[in-house]
């Protein structure tokens, strides 16, 4: 089992920086990511960021690229997601997420995560 906990949402205006973490704990050796989704209201879970354990490779929705950086800090077992530029349109419930996936894999596939998080809330006003 891996316990994954999400802390530093918060409501801030367009144009504002936020940084969620998630520390993972338990069995995380059995992960080889840990990846960030995200669920607006009356929208899908979609994926947000993702970036491998081993060689901290990264990869981004195109929505975020450019304004979000998923970083790990081992030693913690914490993964981090810089959000700069934020726009309304990021509102919503931010999930962490670990699970195994091969390079090449479809990071972005929520299959591919076995465990999640409860979320930490995200809202933008314009």
């Known amino acids: 089992q891996v316990q994954l906990v999400e802390s530093g949402g918060a409501s801030v205006q367009a144009g504002g920086s936020l940084t969620l973490s998630c520390a993972a704990s338990g069995h995380t050796y059995i992960s080889n990511v840990l990846g960030w989704f995200r669920q607006a209201p009356g929208k899908e879970r979609e994926g947000v960021a993702t970036i491998y354990l081993g060689d901290d490779t990264s990869y981004y929705a195109d929505s975020v690229k450019g304004r979000f950086t998923i970083s790990l800090d081992s030693a913690k077992n914490t993964v981090y997601l810089q959000m700069n530029s934020l726009q309304p349109e990021d509102t919503a419930m931010y999930y962490c997420?670990?699970?195994?996936?091969?390079?090449?894999?479809?990071?972005?596939?929520?299959?591919?995560?076995?465990?999640w998080g409860q979320g930490t809330q995200v809202t933008v006003s314009s």
């Open positions: 997420a670990a699970g195994l996936i091969p390079y090449g894999g479809t990071w972005s596939t929520q299959d591919h995560y076995n465990y």
